[in-house]
């Protein structure tokens, strides 16, 4: 059986091209980049590289960070930490704002923080999916430290107004920070255009190696790393440097925006052949205006019938989705951002997220179209409620 892939949300197939630079860095070319010999020294021309290739690729300043992490949740945690512990357990402030939209490498981390006495603000997501720039305004106070929001929600792709929350948070003199985590390889990410002072990333949503990705830092903004030891990355991030990742993770950012235009047409038309095939059925509803999501990601809730159902029925034809982000996958409560959107209780258990990447071919969409049809067609009928 031809087996489809439209889970790219939750992680991506690594670029064989990013897969065939990272392997001379195994077994040939390897070394701790720390050491004074030269297997370390080696290293350095091309992490100095990659290193490049990512600040090229978010348009970041030279005088700015890019600190390498393990992932995506690792960056979140750090950023909010590093906050706690510079402006607010040694400042004078004492209040996070951030959504009900976001991952749980952020949500998780601010309840962790509320525990300890932050307070925290989750701004409500309109019918859309997206936030208000207003209720940020107001939400805003003389004690707020950090405004969290995310560039690109993993569920409904929805995008948020990163420039009008970047605007605001400028002209009240807050830090920001954007989990990016969804928006790099879907959608151009330029901090010089929208200025962020913290930002997140992970390569294995964007074609790269799990286990690797990067946090942006803007230069005079003071951060406290959450792990110590080695003086790797200025003394920001100990740990020995995953020399091979990072190689690939710089290869693989350069090769997303390279593909961001593919992106924006191929995939777009692709995703949209597959939204329209879907909204031709009765009584479903796709999440989030079309505009204003990545162009990868759908998300439909379909009357009468349950998520699970209908992804073991897409899986036994070969066909891989999501019913919510991974994280989530085995918690059958309706997801809490689909919640927040308002959308009730039987459509939310009913939501199934589909993410395409610039591997998905038109013969995948065109199979996909056919099962997804037989398959709600099927459940419907021996649905109780439809
Ligand atoms: N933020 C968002 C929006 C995500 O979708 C994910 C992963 O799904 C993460 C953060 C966490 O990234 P990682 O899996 O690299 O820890």
Request: charged letters at 25%; proline letters at 4%.
């Amino acid at each position: 059986m031809n087996r489809i892939y439209l889970d790219n949300n939750a992680t991506t197939i690594v670029d064989p091209k990013v897969k065939d630079i990272m392997t001379p860095f195994f077994c040939q070319q390897y070394g701790n980049p720390e050491s004074l010999h030269s297997f370390g020294m080696q290293l350095h021309p091309p992490m100095r590289k990659a290193l490049d290739q990512l600040y090229a690729g978010i348009n970041a300043n030279d005088e700015d960070d890019i600190i390498i992490t393990s992932c995506g949740t690792e960056g979140n945690n750090s950023i909010i930490k590093s906050v706690y512990f510079n402006q607010i357990l040694n400042g004078d402030k004492n209040h996070i704002v951030t959504s009900l939209a976001e991952h749980p490498s952020v949500a998780k981390t601010c309840a962790f923080l509320e525990k300890q006495g932050v307070e925290v603000t989750y701004l409500s997501l309109d019918k859309k999916g997206c936030i208000n720039p207003q209720d940020l305004e107001y939400a805003i106070t003389e004690h707020t430290a950090l405004v969290s929001i995310m560039w690109a929600n993993n569920e409904t792709g929805v995008i948020f107004p990163m420039k009008e929350v970047s605007d605001i948070c400028r002209q009240k003199n807050v830090l920001f920070h954007t989990d990016a985590v969804q928006a790099i390889g879907k959608i151009k990410v330029d901090i010089q255009k929208i200025p962020i002072d913290f930002f997140t990333f992970s390569a294995h949503k964007f074609h790269g190696p799990p286990g690797i990705g990067g946090l942006y830092i803007r230069n005079g903004i003071k951060f406290s790393p959450l792990f110590h030891g080695g003086e790797q990355m200025n003394d920001k991030r100990a740990g020995t440097i995953n020399v091979p990742s990072l190689v690939g993770m710089g290869v693989a950012m350069e090769m997303a925006n390279d593909a961001l235009e593919y992106e924006k047409t191929e995939v777009y038309r692709l995703r949209n052949k597959l939204e329209d095939a879907i909204l031709s059925l009765d009584d479903v509803i796709i999440l989030g205006d079309r505009k204003y999501r990545v162009p990868n990601t759908l998300f439909v809730s379909i009357k009468g019938v349950e998520g699970e159902s209908l992804l073991w029925d897409l899986n036994k034809n070969g066909i891989a989705a999501s019913t919510g982000s991974a994280c989530a996958a085995e918690d059958l409560q309706a997801d809490a951002v689909i919640e927040a959107m308002g959308v009730n209780d039987d459509l939310a258990h009913t939501g199934i997220r589909m993410s395409l990447s610039r591997f998905t071919t038109e013969e995948d969409i065109d199979t996909t179209i056919t099962v997804f049809k037989n398959a709600v067609e099927r459940l419907r009928k021996i649905s109780t409620v439809y």
